[in-house]
């Protein structure tokens, strides 16, 4: 007996892989669905850049001949993946959500894309995002927004917005995002799923286009800290091409989920619960604490003092590496190229005019070609946020100015990763809210960069010391709005992070929540 459309949409990832196996639903009949929920509600929420819906069916069926004809099928065998658009997909359009990188295809695979289609995930579509990865609303898109769909007048969070989108929308039942200061966490605690940051070097970055490369992340999205687990156990592990992925053995996240919460001890980090919380969100999380304490947790207060500096060295650091990684965007090697003709025709009508007047200051300080070529492309490729962090982190590594700016960002980086090391001799992971204020309106931060800059606030930390973090859903707003928990815990820890949060599920209900539009 098949599966009705609306119990496939309202299945967790785990559910789905289970129903495959035992072939109570084809990849196929899968895979339309989700694709049939994208065409009925993506044109509100915005959340897919890319869709091939020819090729996920063909990829779908030639898994369900593989399974038909007796032969082994990967983990994922049948069920459909979304993919941020910051990782390359060979054959297929990887824009970044720029106007630079409009029409790259690139000619390979991410390895976490390979490593998806060695697992017989069907690849469903690319989602949007902020340019680039920069912003966190996924306002910044070069394209369109996405809309939250808890509401439609807000914001589904940055810059993995479309990942996390998509699945509170029952688009896909698993995504790929990335995060490089709360991008996978802050979108899944607005849009009420879950989301997992792993350490630096559990997953390779090779294929990734890069923001801010000592920061960047790439981590599986999904309804619950099961799916998680199940899409990190495809995406871990070693890779040769990658020089910053970590030589270690990726464990069994799905048989570690299991294990009793009895005697863990979780670490309640005091500067999270300051002015500028929402107040929902603080009852939210405490309300989250005394779950983990009925289920045999022990908690204990533990100080990260110098997390009130997270975002002023993020917002230095992670501007610094986008300067020198976007610096190769020039409109001569690949990406956009702004109208020769017309760039050629200014400059020379410019030109005469200079001659005209016989300024030959004017003349002297004019662009030749090749400068106005990469002025031009530069100007008319890049969006807004973009070019605010590259002049950022050009300024803060100019002459002069790298010592005060940059170097002493690298001190308080240490400084920070130093705080968890101490909290984590007393606890074995840190709790507290993953955003200081629920989905705000599409169009409010816009104008204050700061303001959106301070979305990150309990996010940042956790990229610049390198652990892992994770969100999962723990309440609603008054509004109707999801509430999001974060989780961290030490380097290379990422079992003891979906352990706690598989337990908190279980005995919660708040991630089996879903919007009315999939209802």
């Given at each position: ?321 986008a300067s020198s990684n976007l610096a190769r965007y020039d409109g001569v090697h690949y990406g956009y190229r702004c109208d020769e003709k017309s760039m050629l025709a200014e400059l020379a009508a410019e030109k005469a005019a200079l001659e005209k007047k016989n ?79 629920p989905a705000f309106k599409l169009g409010e931060k816009t104008d204050d960069p700061l303001a959106m800059y301070l979305e990150d606030l309990y996010t940042v930390t956790t990229n610049l010391a390198g652990i892992p973090g994770m969100s999962i859903p723990c ?45």
């Open positions: 007996m098949s599966l009705s459309n609306n119990s496939i949409l309202n299945s967790t990832a785990a559910d789905l892989i289970e129903s495959l196996r035992s072939k109570k639903v084809s990849s196929v009949e899968l895979t339309t669905a989700y694709l049939d929920q994208i065409k009925s509600h993506d044109g509100q929420i915005q959340a897919f850049l890319h869709v091939d819906r020819d090729a996920a069916l063909a990829a779908a069926k030639a898994i369900d001949d593989k399974r038909a004809a007796g032969k082994p099928v990967g983990k994922l065998a049948g069920l459909p993946v979304a993919i941020k658009d910051v990782i390359c997909t060979e054959g297929v359009r990887t824009t970044c959500a720029s106007k630079m990188l409009e029409n790259f295809v690139p000619p390979y695979d991410a390895t976490v894309t390979k490593k998806l289609k060695q697992a017989d995930a069907v690849l469903i579509g690319k989602t949007n995002m902020d340019e680039f990865a920069m912003g966190g609303s996924t306002e910044n898109s070069a394209f369109h927004p996405t809309r939250n769909p808890w509401d439609v007048a807000r914001v589904p969070g940055g810059s993995s917005g479309g990942a996390a989108a998509c699945l509170a929308a029952s688009m896909a039942p698993l995504s790929i995002g990335t995060d490089t200061g709360g991008s996978i966490r802050q979108p899944a605690a607005f849009c009420g799923v879950s989301g997992l940051k792993p350490t630096y070097g559990r997953v390779s970055r090779y294929g990734l286009v890069a923001f801010a490369s000592s920061l960047d992340q790439i981590g599986p999205m999904g309804h619950t800290a099961q799916d998680c687990a199940i899409l990190l156990e495809v995406l871990a592990g070693h890779c040769k091409n990658d020089s910053t992925s970590a030589d270690l053995p990726a464990p069994a996240y799905s048989d570690e989920i299991n294990k009793p919460l009895a005697g863990l001890k979780i670490g309640i980090v005091k500067e999270h619960f300051g002015s500028g919380l929402n107040s929902e969100i603080g009852a939210a999380v405490q309300a989250a604490v005394k779950v983990y304490e009925s289920l045999g947790a022990k908690t204990k207060e533990v100080s990260l003092p110098h997390s009130q500096f997270g975002i002023a060295t993020y917002y230095i650091i992670a501007p610094c590496e300024d030959k200051e004017g003349l002297r300080k004019l662009d030749n070609a090749l400068i106005r070529l990469y002025r031009q492309s530069r100007s008319e490729g890049f969006g807004p946020e973009v070019k605010r962090r590259i002049m950022l982190g050009t300024f803060a590594l100019s002459a002069g100015y790298s010592d005060k700016f940059y170097v002493k960002a690298l001190q308080v980086r240490r400084l920070i990763r130093g705080d968890y090391d101490a909290a984590f001799k007393d606890v074995d992971f840190i709790l507290g809210p993953t955003t200081p204020s309440g609603f707003t008054s509004a109707g709005l999801p509430i999001g928990l974060q989780l961290q815990g030490r380097p290379f820890e990422e079992e003891c992070l979906l352990r706690a949060a598989h337990g908190f599920q279980q005995a919660t209900d708040w991630h089996n929540r879903r919007p009315a539009l999939v209802k």
